[in-house]
């Protein structure tokens, strides 16, 4: 069996992944299920960009503290983070920034709200001004395969500032085919573009699903860039459907499951979710399962 290709490791930008102290600076509710909170502060001034769908770590203090603290801020953060006791340990999620101000040290960042079931979002429920927060990135992972001649983006309600901030980044004349799923119509946002965008909205109250869809979707020929992102379950079944029926190049695909249906937020593990992950993909590849 020929060996699959692999896409280039990414390079980061220099200082891409640090700790920033800050603090809210607005709230405003773009939706009903979505709450977007501006957070600022002087140190990020050093928050050096790493792509459109840049993600960060939000650390949010624990129950009967007014800020989030970690002992130490060196390479082996992880390891002393998960050593905290936890009554002690902040709450840790990952978010995409869906817009960063560089001009005045300000990013925002997008909560999908689900009511008082996890840490983020009865926090983000509550966020009032000076609220503070830590958090540790940027990283980044969108990058079109040279060559590409149009764009497969898909997701759920939890990808949507990644694919906001996205569109916004398409150069003038990129041909996208883009599908994102939500609660219902009201949970719908302006995507501004210079791209040549189709945009579907998928809606689960009319009980429509995500993947149906896409597999349903007449896309073009040429060679696509895939990128997709939300509920673990769903990017595998999108994946496998890009892969396995529409025989497109996994190389050109990019997936990242976001959060696990049936998991309680407390019980996500960023970093062993992705661990989980790519056993996965290993053991589809190995059984010609992809």
Same mark, same amino acid.
């Given at each position: 069996?020929?060996?699959?290709p692999?896409? %280039?490791?990414?390079?980061?930008?220099e !200082?891409?992944?640090?700790?920033?102290?800050?603090?809210?600076?607005?709230?405003?509710?773009?939706?009903?299920?979505?709450?977007r909170?501006t957070?600022?502060?002087?140190?990020?001034?050093e928050?050096?960009?790493?792509?459109?769908?840049?993600?960060?770590?939000?650390?949010? =203090?624990?129950?009967?503290? #007014?800020?989030p603290?970690?002992? *130490?801020?060196?390479?082996?953060?992880? *390891? #002393?983070?998960?050593?905290?006791?936890?009554?002690?340990?902040?709450?840790?999620?990952?978010?995409? /920034?869906?817009?960063?101000?560089?001009?005045? !040290?300000?990013?925002? +960042?997008?909560?999908? @709200?689900?009511?008082?079931?996890? %840490?983020?979002?009865?926090?983000? !429920?509550?966020?009032?001004?000076?609220d503070? #927060?830590?958090?540790?990135?940027?990283?980044?992972?969108?990058?079109?395969?040279?060559?590409?001649?149009w764009q497969l983006?898909?997701?759920?309600?939890?990808?949507? =500032?990644? /694919?906001?901030?996205? @569109?916004?980044?398409?150069?003038?004349? *990129?041909?996208?085919?883009?599908?994102?799923?939500v609660d219902?119509p009201?949970?719908?946002? =302006?995507?501004? *573009?210079s791209?040549d965008?189709? @945009?579907?909205?998928?809606?689960?109250?009319?009980?429509?699903e995500?993947?149906?869809? #896409?597999?349903?979707?007449e896309? =073009?020929?040429g060679?696509?860039? +895939?990128?997709?992102?939300?509920?673990?379950g769903l990017?595998?079944?999108?994946?496998?459907?890009?892969?396995?029926?529409?025989?497109?190049p996994?190389?050109?695909?990019?997936?990242?499951?976001?959060w696990?249906?049936g998991?309680?937020?407390?019980?996500?593990?960023?970093?062993?979710?992705?661990?989980?992950?790519r056993?996965? @993909?290993?053991?589809d590849?190995?059984?010609? +399962? +992809?």
């Amino acid at each position: 069996m020929a060996k699959t290709p692999t896409r %280039p490791v990414r390079t980061r930008p220099e !200082n891409a992944l640090l700790f920033f102290r800050t603090h809210v600076t607005a709230v405003t509710r773009v939706t009903p299920n979505i709450v977007r909170v501006t957070l600022g502060g002087s140190e990020l001034s050093e928050f050096v960009g790493d792509g459109p769908d840049q993600r960060i770590k939000v650390f949010l =203090p624990p129950p009967g503290e #007014v800020e989030p603290k970690l002992p *130490t801020y060196g390479d082996d953060w992880y *390891t #002393v983070y998960r050593q905290l006791p936890a009554d002690k340990r902040p709450a840790m999620r990952t978010y995409t /920034i869906r817009k960063h101000y560089p001009e005045r !040290n300000e990013v925002d +960042v997008d909560f999908v @709200l689900h009511g008082d079931l996890g %840490p983020a979002s009865r926090w983000a !429920n509550q966020a009032a001004l000076g609220d503070a #927060v830590l958090i540790w990135g940027p990283y980044a992972d969108y990058e079109p395969t040279p060559n590409t001649t149009w764009q497969l983006i898909a997701g759920d309600a939890t990808a949507l =500032p990644a /694919i906001g901030a996205i @569109l916004e980044e398409l150069p003038a004349g *990129t041909v996208a085919k883009v599908f994102v799923e939500v609660d219902s119509p009201t949970d719908e946002l =302006p995507l501004a *573009t210079s791209g040549d965008v189709s @945009l579907t909205w998928v809606h689960r109250s009319a009980g429509v699903e995500l993947v149906d869809v #896409v597999r349903a979707a007449e896309l =073009p020929e040429g060679s696509p860039y +895939v990128w997709m992102g939300g509920e673990a379950g769903l990017v595998k079944a999108l994946r496998r459907h890009c892969v396995n029926d529409r025989q497109y190049p996994r190389y050109d695909i990019y997936f990242c499951g976001y959060w696990r249906r049936g998991r309680a937020e407390d019980d996500f593990d960023e970093v062993e979710a992705a661990q989980e992950e790519r056993a996965e @993909l290993a053991a589809d590849e190995a059984a010609g +399962v +992809v």
